[in-house]
């Protein structure tokens, strides 16, 4: 079973920038990332297809988070910019072979999660 290690987050003022960081322990097709705030479904982010530009976002992050991908160390980042208190949530790096890249219950594996705070 792959594991994912996520890093980064933590608190960044409104329009500030964070950037978080997920490694899995063994090959993946898709990565991507997902978000959850207390009493809400966890919601879809920004995912990466594994190749070329096969990369989707949640519409209110497309032009201020960007997703990469480097499959030689299996590893997903998002680097978010122009953050907003909006954007506050804990952050979850999903791996597996989804066949909708959107769809956090067509992910396999999860990471632990990792907090995202932006103060306005």
């Known amino acids: 079973q792959v594991q994912l290690v996520e890093s980064g987050g933590g608190l960044a003022p409104a329009g500030g920038s964070l950037r978080l960081s997920c490694t899995a322990s063994?090959?993946?097709?898709?990565m991507g990332w997902f978000r959850q705030v207390p009493g809400q479904e966890r919601e879809f982010v920004a995912t990466?297809?594994?190749?070329?530009?096969?990369?989707y976002y949640k519409d209110s992050v497309k032009g201020r988070f960007t997703i990469s991908r480097d499959n030689a160390k299996n590893s997903v980042y998002l680097q978010m910019n122009s953050l907003k208190p909006e954007d506050t949530a804990v952050y979850y790096c999903a791996a597996g072979y989804p066949a909708r890249l959107k769809f956090a219950s067509d992910y396999d594996v999860w990471g632990q999660g990792t907090q995202v705070t932006v103060s306005s």
């Open positions: 990466h297809g594994g190749s070329g530009d096969l990369t």
């Open positions: 063994g090959r993946t097709v898709a």
